[in-house]
């Protein structure tokens, strides 16, 4: 079988004719952001910790509303969910005199899946997106990278990172975000050909590319989430008007939602994104380890930067419960908070990447010398 990174491998090798390279110990490994790549894009773009006022029109006298799951036979269901993945390897380092940059190789893919009529659940028509990157830190030289870039194979692109990407001062993680932008990219072109009612799903935080997003409709579910975040009630007077996210979670009960919070950024003070948090499950207490499991966080676009309907809030959150999956304990971390076409979307996406095995056999660095200078001595 031929090595399907051949062409790459030889695009590698010019990083080697042109500076030194340092390959990672053994073969490639797979890069974890740390924290949760999530978790950590909610933060970037969430704007302040402190959240104040409730954002709808009928929020009643608690923080919590009940809800009843709203089946497909009962209304109109969400049809449209779109997930993604990225999944980042470390290379090696190439060392460009006083210049350094750990190499990464990342696959990204976003896909669509659509609940027909009958409840059946199938690949939508907006397909599929994967590509292949190569990431690199863009302090390395313009020449190098030129170089590198052209002798890249067709279907692989170069994203180059610097201090300010990804909200990371270490470089490797910076890598990972941007491979995670990468991806809400993919995910972003698909939703842009899903303008129907009832709205499309995401799986992943609304970033600030959504702030001015005119193409309909649109949910957003996290599994992860920023976890300092803080509510003021009212005048927030008393300590229990100034619940922490611990708190407000922890009394959250099952196949039930908190009221509406706007987000809060500098540039859009006026709720232009809301958010609330929906209990899925009725964890035991040797399952529930923390007040975050069965949680799920959900973001709405709100243009008006109006107080949304408490009733459509119910809707959409009952249609979400109605999507939980029953998913066995321990079948991956985030098993009590999986949307069950959402965790189908995502692993239509993983299905096309090539296994961790086949890129740890076939992504290593070409046997070939370091660059020699002039004078014949090793750089």
């Known amino acids: 079988m031929a090595n399907p990174f051949g062409e790459i491998e030889k695009a590698l090798a010019v990083l080697g004719q042109e500076a030194e390279v340092i390959p990672a110990v053994g073969p490639a490994r797979l890069d974890l952001a740390a924290p949760d ?15 104040k006022g409730i954002w709808e029109t009928e929020p009643g006298k608690g923080l919590y509303r009940p809800l009843r799951p709203i089946h497909r036979r009962q209304g109109s269901a969400l049809r449209h969910f779109v997930a993604g993945t990225a999944r980042v390897y ?11 940059s750990p190499i990464q190789f990342a696959q990204i893919g976003a896909a669509a899946i659509r609940r027909r009529d009958d ?17 690199l830190n ?3 030289s313009p020449q190098l990278l030129e170089r590198f870039q052209h002798a890249l194979p067709a279907g692989t692109r170069l994203i180059t990172t610097s201090a300010r990407s990804g909200g990371s001062a270490e470089p490797r993680s910076r890598g990972a975000h941007a491979a995670n932008e990468a991806m809400r990219a993919l995910q ?3 939703l842009e050909q899903l303008q129907e009612d009832p709205p499309p799903v995401l799986d992943g935080s609304l970033g600030n590319e959504y702030f001015n997003w005119t193409s309909g409709s649109l949910l957003a579910v996290l599994k992860s989430f920023r976890q300092e975040s803080r509510f003021t009630i009212g005048r927030g007077i008393r300590p229990r008007d100034q619940p922490t996210l611990f708190r ?43 007040p975050l499991m069965g949680v799920i966080k959900v973001e709405m676009p709100n243009a008006g930067a109006q107080c949304v309907p408490t009733e459509l809030v119910d809707r959409l959150s009952a249609r979400l419960l109605a999507e939980r999956t029953v ?5 991956g971390a985030r098993w009590h908070a999986h949307l069950y076409p959402l965790y189908l979307a995502g692993r239509l996406v993983r299905n096309r990447f090539h296994s961790e095995e086949v890129i740890r056999s ?6 070939t010398a370091p660059a020699a200078s002039k004078d014949g001595a090793q750089r």
């Open 362 to 367: 076939g992504l290593r660095w070409p046997a």
């Open 119 to 135: 409840g059946t659940v199938r690949p939508a028509s907006a397909g599929m997106r994967v590509e292949n990157l190569l990431i």
């Open 188 to 190: 972003q072109s698909i």
């Open 327 to 331: 998913a066995p304990y321990g079948s």
């Open 37 to 51: 790549a999530e978790e950590t894009y909610d933060r970037m773009t969430s704007g302040e910790a402190a959240t």
């Open 138 to 140: 863009g302090i390395l």
């Open 90 to 100: 470390y290379l090696g380092t190439v060392l460009e005199r006083e210049r350094s």
């Open 248 to 290: 407000l979670l922890n009394d959250l009960p099952p196949e039930s939602r908190t009221v509406v919070f706007p987000r809060i950024t500098a540039e859009h003070p006026d709720g232009s994104v809301v958010f609330w948090y929906v209990r899925l499950h009725a964890l035991s207490p040797a399952m529930r380890t923390s």
